[in-house]
């Protein structure tokens, strides 16, 4: 495969392999040198080894919405999100809290009323900008890699504005799927390349916090990282103080707390750095999970994403 492709495909088997590796350390201490990190399962919730959680749960409909070739500013397309992700949440047994409210509080499974409960859910806590709409979007890219940034700031936002109401949702969702688009097409680190498509009141701010995240560790953000800002400082962090794809995952779990979503994060923009090639075998052979898809699976998913892309 190309270096793009491979790279484009990265973007969803580094997010998926980064959830799985951090499964089993989800919610416990930093982690130091020397203790290794590994691929081992358990957790709050037993998973086995190599199992996603809801992570990329949330990411597979997104990419199937873009295998199949549907434009994320349509909102039929956004609809059927809304009733795939319901219909999981069922069941699941890890749904985040707030986007848990949003979805039991649907009048309908539609976007407008996904994004209305979304609301409710905001003015009822007073914040809304859980990590949980930065976790899973990696996939959407892949929808926009021939596209307008804009049109993928936009469709990211979108997408966000489902479960998460807040601001520093939407926009973090934005940050970093430009920033994955810019690593898919030319291999190179780029976080703030997305900042002049916020909101211009938000961009000094925004610059600011990626400042921090520089010169930062992973770790320094570890207490707040279920916070969409800290998450993304974390993962950013990771991927900055490292030089492959296996190092950025196991350095955002080491960080502690939020382990599987900050390494799901940070997987999908490493993965877009170094490629799905750059991932190791044994963590692809291991990785799985709902809806009984497995690395190839997303791997084949991806491909026909790319391909609808280019029509």
Same mark, same amino acid.
């Given at each position: 495969?190309?270096?793009?492709?491979d790279?484009?495909i990265?973007?969803?088997?580094?997010?998926?392999?980064?959830?799985?590796?951090? %499964?089993?350390?989800e919610? @416990?201490?930093?982690?130091p040198?020397?203790?290794?990190?590994?691929?081992?399962g358990?957790?709050?919730?037993?998973?086995?080894?190599? /199992?996603?959680?809801?992570?990329?749960?949330?990411?597979v409909?997104?990419?199937?919405?873009a295998?199949?070739?549907?434009?994320?500013?349509?909102?039929?397309?956004?609809?059927?999100?809304?009733?795939?992700?319901?219909?999981?949440?069922?069941?699941?047994?890890d749904?985040?809290?707030?986007?848990?409210?949003?979805?039991?509080?649907?009048?309908?499974?539609?976007?407008? !009323?996904?994004?209305?409960?979304?609301?409710?859910?905001?003015?009822q806590?007073?914040?809304?900008?859980?990590?949980?709409?930065?976790?899973?979007?990696?996939?959407?890219?892949?929808?926009?890699?021939?596209?307008? /940034?804009?049109?993928?700031?936009?469709? !990211?936002?979108?997408v966000?504005?489902?479960?998460?109401?807040? !601001?520093?949702?939407?926009?973090?969702?934005?940050?970093?799927?430009?920033?994955?688009?810019?690593?898919?097409?030319?291999?190179?680190?780029?976080?703030?390349r997305?900042?002049?498509?916020?909101?211009?009141?938000?961009?000094?701010m925004?610059?600011?916090?990626?400042?921090?995240?520089?010169?930062? @560790?992973?770790?320094?953000?570890t207490?707040?990282?279920?916070?969409?800002?800290?998450?993304? @400082?974390?993962?950013?962090? %990771?991927?900055?103080?490292?030089?492959?794809?296996?190092? !950025?995952?196991?350095?955002?779990?080491?960080? =502690?707390?939020?382990?599987?979503?900050?390494?799901?994060?940070?997987? =999908?923009?490493?993965?877009?750095?170094?490629?799905?090639?750059?991932?190791?075998?044994?963590?692809?052979?291991?990785?799985?999970?709902?809806?009984?898809l497995?690395?190839?699976?997303l791997?084949?998913l991806?491909?026909?994403?790319?391909?609808?892309?280019?029509?």
């Amino acid at each position: 495969m190309t270096n793009t492709t491979d790279r484009a495909i990265g973007a969803v088997l580094g997010s998926a392999a980064g959830d799985a590796l951090g %499964a089993g350390y989800e919610f @416990q201490p930093p982690v130091p040198e020397p203790m290794p990190i590994r691929m081992k399962g358990g957790g709050t919730f037993n998973w086995g080894p190599g /199992e996603w959680t809801d992570d990329t749960s949330m990411a597979v409909p997104i990419l199937r919405t873009a295998a199949r070739g549907g434009s994320f500013a349509d909102e039929a397309a956004l609809d059927g999100l809304v009733a795939a992700w319901a219909e999981w949440a069922r069941t699941a047994p890890d749904v985040g809290i707030q986007t848990s409210r949003v979805l039991t509080g649907l009048e309908a499974r539609t976007a407008a !009323a996904s994004r209305a409960s979304a609301r409710t859910e905001h003015d009822q806590s007073g914040r809304s900008a859980g990590n949980g709409s930065l976790m899973r979007t990696a996939p959407l890219v892949l929808a926009y890699v021939d596209a307008d /940034e804009r049109e993928l700031a936009d469709a !990211a936002r979108a997408v966000s504005d489902l479960t998460h109401h807040e !601001a520093d949702a939407g926009d973090a969702c934005v940050l970093w799927c430009v920033a994955i688009r810019h690593a898919v097409l030319h291999g190179e680190l780029d976080v703030r390349r997305g900042v002049d498509l916020l909101p211009a009141e938000r961009r000094k701010m925004w610059a600011e916090r990626l400042s921090a995240a520089e010169a930062g @560790q992973p770790v320094d953000f570890t207490a707040t990282n279920g916070w969409v800002v800290s998450a993304l @400082q974390a993962a950013y962090a %990771a991927v900055l103080r490292t030089d492959s794809l296996e190092t !950025a995952l196991v350095a955002a779990v080491r960080s =502690g707390n939020d382990t599987d979503t900050v390494a799901a994060i940070a997987g =999908g923009l490493a993965g877009a750095l170094y490629g799905a090639s750059a991932l190791p075998e044994e963590w692809r052979e291991l990785l799985h999970g709902w809806p009984g898809l497995r690395a190839d699976d997303l791997v084949s998913l991806s491909e026909q994403a790319l391909r609808a892309a280019a029509v």
